[in-house]
Antibody
Framework: QVQLQQSGTELVKPASSVKISCKAS????????MHWIRQQPGNGLEWIGW????????KYNQKFDGKATLTADKSSSTAYMQLSSLTSEDSAVYFC????????????WGQGTLVTVSS | DVVLTQTPPTLSATIGQSVSISCRSS???????????LNWLLQRPGQPPQLLIY???RLESGVPNRFSGSGSGTDFTLKISGVEAEDLGVYYC?????????FGAGTKLELK
């Protein structure tokens, strides 16, 4: 069965960077779009961007351009999101989510990774 | 970006009551390929969202058939025919017809 396993909670300092992982299993990693979504405390869902692991193509929400960088490692079926120049505004839960197959958008979700930015 | 407006923001229901949630889009969600990429998600407290409905009205595998979706163009509705306790949480509509994908602000379903 399809599973998305995200890395654990991160406590990071302002102005630093953090890299979150999402390990996929149960489907062909290279053939499906992987989304990243942010949920700030008590708030709704914001789309950050997607990556197509087969060729590494990415697309970002303009709001997160320069903030988020999406990559994928085909050998380990793992997607990554690096967040840079962190501020308290970046404190949130981050989810990876999978279109599988293409018409079933956001069909599978990781459990979420809590990132807390604090000095 | 496409704006999805969900109403009501909060919904109080008793067990067994039927309820509806509206999602209105600032643009038509009909894609040039004939599909309408409008989905409904449920997020229970402390959990990631889960897919309930995709392509407006297709029920996700394993989701009870008391959930149904309808609509076209810019107006969409999620109906729950007989709320059960496990249905409590926040419901989101999400569109991916137009880039970037956007989510509605959510509708919180709570017990009356």
């Amino acid at each position: 069965q399809v599973q998305l396993q995200q890395s654990g909670t991160e406590l990071v300092k302002p102005a630093s960077s953090v890299k979150i992982s999402c390990k996929a299993s149960g489907y062909t990693f290279t053939s499906n779009y992987m989304h990243w979504i942010r949920q700030q405390p008590g708030n709704g869902l914001e789309w950050i961007g997607w990556i197509y692991p087969g060729n590494g193509n990415t697309k970002y929400n303009q709001k997160f351009d320069g903030k988020a960088t999406l990559t994928a490692d085909k050998s380990s079926s793992t997607a990554y999101m690096q967040l840079s120049s962190l501020t308290s505004e970046d404190s949130a839960v981050y989810f990876c989510s999978l279109n599988y197959p293409g018409i079933r958008g956001f069909a599978y979700w990781g459990q979420g990774t809590l990132v807390t930015v604090s000095s | 970006d496409v704006v999805l407006t969900q109403t009501p923001p909060t919904l109080s229901a008793t067990i067994g009551q039927s309820v509806s949630i509206s999602c209105r889009s600032s643009q038509s969600l009909l894609h040039s390929n004939g599909n309408t990429y409008l989905n409904w998600l449920l997020q229970r407290p402390g959990q990631p969202p889960q897919l309930l409905i995709y392509l407006v009205s297709r029920l996700e595998s394993g989701v009870p058939n008391r959930f149904s979706g309808s609509g076209s163009g810019t107006d969409f509705t999620l109906k729950i025919s007989g709320v059960e306790a496990e249905d409590l949480g926040v419901y989101y509509c999400v569109q991916s017809t137009h880039a970037p994908p956007t989510f509605g602000a959510g509708t919180k379903l709570e017990l009356k």
